[in-house]
């Protein structure tokens, strides 16, 4: 599977400062100055050292255990945190279903979240316009086009943010572990959804606690361990170890 | 340079979208809708002139015109601002999950403000015509006015979203430093007492004076001074460079904070 470069991510570190006064008082950062105290900044490296290199068609699996960072690494990866150190780089259309409706405003009916949605999601309005129907059909809220979300149950939107998201033909996809959206209905006709993108030489980057749906999808395999990568290869290699991790 | 350019370019439709937004939820479940940004301004000017003409005693004609000037002016200077100031924090579940250039979000907040107030500036109209104002060419001078508080806004904006991040309380102290600079405008006194005593500095060197006095001379056919000219542009485009340079420095810091 010799290809293009898809996602090449190098010697990232992400470092959060975990400070346990966190100063947001101008009151007390004058104090801070004033008594010359130290601020007690706890430094947390979320993500240390990790470089990984995907290819176009490369289906990867991130495993670890609560609090490795897979989280933090497939933020990085979409753009919503810059890296403390180290570069990302990614060619094509990304699909980030990482926290679907992020950009949703609840007084807004669905049609203008679809519109503030893509646009959140880097479409233009010509695009939106010849896949509105698609989305309000996929989504099945035909019904309800016109309220306002805030009327809306849990199921329903995240199944309008899923059909928005996947509107597009991606050239990467994130996944955190969204399957779960909606019934047992959606559910099914979700995971066909992203199967068929699996179809089109998709790249996936795919976040599961659930070692057998990632042996299933993934081709790749990556281990994150308190941030840093603790193996990385194909996933035939990599399950016997995240096996072992966990037992 | 062109890097930015190109993202900006990329992007517009999502800065209409967040500028529509927020011309949309303002005025969403109100009767009269954006009729209100014309309808708010002539009531508060009603007000003032009652309380600033008729009970002080300033009895020129054009003194309605005059304060709905500064009143506009200063308003969208108010509102954009605060916007600004807060818009980090109020999008920061947004900021946290998905990816957007976050310079955005205090520049959505002041241009759907701006939009707001240049439909707002229909109201000079039936103004003038109660006062018996006939315009004159002098009315170009509206257009540095408009541009120059354009500029200024969005600087201050910048740099008080950047602040409002690490310090809440600039929120609030923002809130005063507003009352301070309403007063030190001249928005509904005569500011000539106050320019001949020693306290002239007061309006000479506050840019919103040397802005909102450019606007009236347009509309009120006086002569611009090049003071008024030039100062009002340098000090916003210095404000809106402090700002952006300071904005880009400190946005990577943002998401820990929020």
Not at chain 1, 158 to 171: K, M
Not at chain 2, 190 to 199: F, T
Request: net charge positive; aromatic share 14%; charged share 20%.
């Amino acid at each position: 599977m010799a290809g293009k470069v898809s996602v090449k991510v190098e010697n990232v570190s992400m470092k959060f400062s975990l400070s346990s006064e966190k100063v947001d008082s101008l009151k007390e950062y004058v104090i801070g100055i004033l008594t010359g105290k130290q601020m007690a900044k706890d430094e947390f490296w979320a993500l240390k050292n990790v470089s990984f290199t995907l290819e176009k068609g490369d289906r990867l699996g991130i495993l670890g255990l609560n609090g490795a960072g897979k989280s933090t690494l497939l933020k990085a990866i979409a753009g919503v945190y810059r890296p403390t150190e180290g570069k990302i780089t990614k060619k094509g259309v990304i699909a980030p279903l990482l926290e679907l409706g992020a950009g949703f405003d609840m007084q807004y009916t669905a049609r203008e979240n679809i519109y503030l949605y893509g646009a959140v999601l880097g479409y233009n309005r010509k695009f939106i316009d010849t896949k509105f129907d698609d989305i309000i059909r996929f989504a099945e809220l035909e019904k309800f086009v016109d309220v306002p979300l805030k009327n809306y149950s849990s199921g329903m939107k995240s199944r309008l943010g899923f059909a928005i998201c996947t509107a597009v033909e991606p050239d990467i996809l994130i996944l955190d572990e969204v399957l779960s959206v909606g019934d047992a209905k959606f559910r099914k006709k979700s995971e066909k959804r992203i199967i068929d993108m699996f179809a089109h030489n998709v790249t996936v980057l795919f976040v599961s606690h659930s070692l057998e749906q990632v042996c299933s999808i993934c081709n790749k395999g990556l281990i994150l361990d308190h941030g840093e990568v603790k193996a990385f290869g194909s996933i035939d290699k990599i399950a016997p170890i995240y096996e072992e991790m966990t037992s | 340079m062109m890097v930015y350019i190109k993202g900006f370019w990329k992007r517009r439709f999502l800065l209409y979208e967040l500028v529509i937004k927020g011309i949309r939820l303002k005025y969403r479940r109100s009767y009269l809708g954006i009729i209100w940004s014309l309808i708010e301004p002539i009531l508060t000017t009603i007000v003032l002139t009652i309380v600033f003409g008729t009970l002080f005693g300033n009895k020129n004609r054009d003194f309605p015109l005059y304060i709905i000037t500064g009143r506009l002016m200063f308003s969208f200077f108010q509102e954009g601002t605060k916007n600004a100031c807060k818009s980090i924090r109020a999008n920061a579940g947004m900021i946290k999950k998905v990816y957007v250039p976050k310079y955005f979000y205090p520049l959505s907040g002041i241009l759907f403000n701006f939009i707001i107030f240049a439909i707002s500036l229909i109201v000079l109209f039936p103004t003038s015509i109660y006062t018996k104002t006939v315009p004159t060419h002098r009315i170009w001078h509206l257009i540095p006015a408009i541009c120059y508080l354009l500029v200024f806004t969005i600087g201050m904006g910048m740099i008080l979203a950047t602040l409002n991040v690490f310090f809440r309380d600039i929120e609030y102290l923002w809130n005063v430093a507003l009352l301070m600079i309403m007063y030190m405008s001249a928005i509904f006194y005569y500011p000539e007492k106050l320019l001949k005593s020693g306290w002239f500095w007061i309006l000479k060197y506050n840019p919103m004076f040397c802005i909102i006095d450019l606007a009236r001379s347009g509309i009120l056919n006086y002569s611009v001074t090049w003071w008024n000219l030039l100062y009002p542009m340098i000090f916003g485009l210095v404000t809106l460079l402090i700002g952006i340079v300071f904005f880009r420095k400190k946005q990577d810091e943002f998401i820990l904070h929020i």
